[in-house]
């Protein structure tokens, strides 16, 4: 008797799970969350589709907003830059800020006027760096180089200009501001 009942609760369960199954097919290219596991479908590694100043490009000396963009969504903390060997050094802040498209880095630079920088990007000749550019599934970016010169010119002087050069807008800023301290903060200090 109880196995009779136990096979028609299984059997009612199971029409009406496939009742409730979509027509749409799934889509295989975007993240499944599992609770407390994000399954992220198979991606190609990412790849530059665009940067500021463009490859061989000669751009104006003093402040740069560097600016990379990739193909695909990345994850913010990963990110791998350096001087190339034999190339000018490029003064910059440390980190790098991902924008609100989640795909473009954008770096706060200083340049010199008529000097031919080359910045790596997830450069690792042994391939055993743990972090770099990556992709949300956490594939590394295609490595490569960017290489670009300054002119003898005026030099940009202002932030403002940089961002404008740069193609960016005013909330695409390099760097993110301190939060204004409350005076609860302040008490506290």
Do not use: H
Not at 11 to 28: D, E, I, M, N
Request: aromatic share 4%; charged share 15%; net charge neutral.
């Amino acid at each position: 008797m109880r196995a009779a009942v136990l096979a028609l609760i299984l059997s009612l369960a199971a029409g009406s799970a496939v009742a409730q199954t979509p027509a749409a097919k799934l889509r295989l290219d975007t993240p499944t969350p599992v609770s407390p596991v994000t399954i992220m479908p198979p991606t190609n590694k990412p790849t530059v589709t665009a940067t500021w100043p463009a490859a061989g490009q000669a751009s104006a000396p003093g402040v740069l907003v560097l600016k990379v963009v990739f193909d695909q969504q990345m994850t913010p903390r990963d990110f791998a830059y350096g001087a190339a060997a034999g190339s000018d050094k490029l003064e910059c802040l440390k980190t790098p800020r991902l924008l609100n498209d989640d795909k473009t880095f954008v770096l706060l630079c200083t340049t010199l006027p008529g000097k031919s920088y080359a910045i790596t990007l997830n450069d690792d000749p042994g391939g055993v760096a743990p972090a770099g550019f990556s992709n949300l599934a956490e594939n590394r970016a295609v490595p490569g180089v960017l290489a670009f010169t300054t002119t003898t010119g005026e030099p940009v002087t202002k932030l403002r200009e940089a961002i404008k050069a740069a193609g960016l807008g005013d909330i695409d800023v390099p760097v993110e501001e301190a939060p204004l301290m409350t005076s609860a903060t302040n008490a506290s200090r």
